[in-house]
């Protein structure tokens, strides 16, 4: 029988990349009642690093889930919890609100290169909650201002950090990239297969 875990998360990319790796997943928060949000950009504290920031808010995550696993008495399994930046300099770019916004985050991220955060954490309970970080650059070529437009009116960048899908029609537009594809996409494997395996659950493992 494959693993069985919970993630922390409603990104459907998190979740597929888990069950690629052969993990029966559990997705939290379940139904449309809990008060547990996993998702969503939060406020960055004053004077806190762009690398601190995206360990906090995997970290939260990952509490918020131990916290649902307890209050609905489900059976205990690790959680698995993570969170993604988009970092040009040290200005994180969160999930664009609009079409306007958009178009201004196509045109930093145009002939730039920047770094994609994405913190992991996984673990039973807060006593053996561990986490490590993927750390990729990604460079963009030049965009074009008829291509910023035409991708801000597609559905793509919206809920996506930094505006944009790696694995989507943002594609297009990277030149360059020097980390892990995964990470970029929001849950890196080596690093979440690692974590696992403290857990004896890896993903080669029954």
């Known amino acids: 029988m494959p693993a069985c875990l919970y993630l922390a998360s409603k990104s459907p990319r998190r979740l597929e990349i888990l069950r690629n790796l052969g993990y029966a997943v559990v997705p939290l928060p379940q ?13 960055r504290a004053p004077g806190e690093s762009s690398a601190d920031y995206v360990l906090r808010t995997a970290r ?9 696993i307890r209050s609905r008495n489900l059976p205990r399994r690790p959680v698995v919890a993570a969170d ?9 770019l969160g999930k664009p609100r609009d079409k306007t916004e958009e178009v201004q ?4 991220l145009s002939c730039q290169t920047h770094i994609v955060r994405t913190a ?33 009116s597609c559905s793509e960048p919206y ?14 537009f990277i030149e360059k ?15 979440t297969a690692a974590l696992l395996r403290e857990f004896g659950c890896g993903p080669f493992q029954d």
Not at 123 to 136: C, F, H, K, Q, Y
């Open 120 to 152: 992991v954490f996984a673990g039973t309970d807060e006593a053996n909650l561990r986490g490590l970080v993927s750390e990729s650059r990604v460079t963009f070529g030049r965009i074009t201002s008829e291509d910023m437009l035409a991708y801000a």
């Open 84 to 92: 993604t930046t988009v970092v040009l300099g040290e200005d994180i």
């Open 177 to 191: 990239i020097e980390g892990s594809y995964s990470g970029i996409m929001g849950l890196p494997v080596y690093e």
């Open 31 to 43: 139904g449309g009642s809990s008060p547990f949000a996993f998702e969503g950009d939060e406020e």
């Open 105 to 108: 985050f196509l045109r930093r």
């Open 60 to 68: 939260t995550k990952a509490l918020q889930a131990f916290e649902e």
């Open 159 to 172: 809920d996506k950090a930094g505006g944009y899908a790696v694995q989507g029609l943002a594609a297009a």
